[in-house]
């Protein structure tokens, strides 16, 4: 079975940076595309940045500049650097994977982490 678990979340004061991990595990052969979504209270689920088994990346406008998007293909590990966060960045985020590969070549299309809480408050 193929998880992912996030790690990383916290409180921090505006202004501060905190750092996200996701791990995926379950004899993993590959994975196409891995990102960070937020949701926060009341709020729809949204992508915050993506990242390609290439390096390519993607970010959504609210986060470009502050937010850093990195991966680890050898560890099935995706990292968000997250720095002068604002109070309005509080939410969950969650981990998501796109096209996995198990070794035994069986496809899975999308794997969403449990989330982990990040608020920003003083």
């Known amino acids: 079975q193929v998880q992912l678990m996030e790690s990383g979340g916290g409180l921090v004061q505006p202004g501060g940076s905190l750092r996200l991990s996701c791990a995926a595990s379950?004899?993993?052969?590959?994975?196409?595309?891995m990102g960070w979504y937020r949701q926060a209270p009341g709020k729809q689920r949204e992508l915050v940045a993506s990242?390609?088994?290439?390096?390519?990346?993607d970010y959504t406008d609210f986060v470009k500049s502050r937010f850093t998007i990195s991966r680890d293909n050898a560890k099935n590990t995706v990292y968000l650097q997250m720095n002068n966060l604002q109070p309005e960045d509080t939410a969950v985020y969650y981990c998501n994977a796109k096209n996995v590969r198990k070794i035994n070549n069986l496809r899975i299309p999308e794997i969403w982490g449990q989330g982990t809480l990040v608020t920003v408050s003083s």
């Open positions: 990242i390609t088994t290439g390096g390519s990346t």
């Open positions: 379950g004899s993993i052969f590959s994975i196409d595309a």
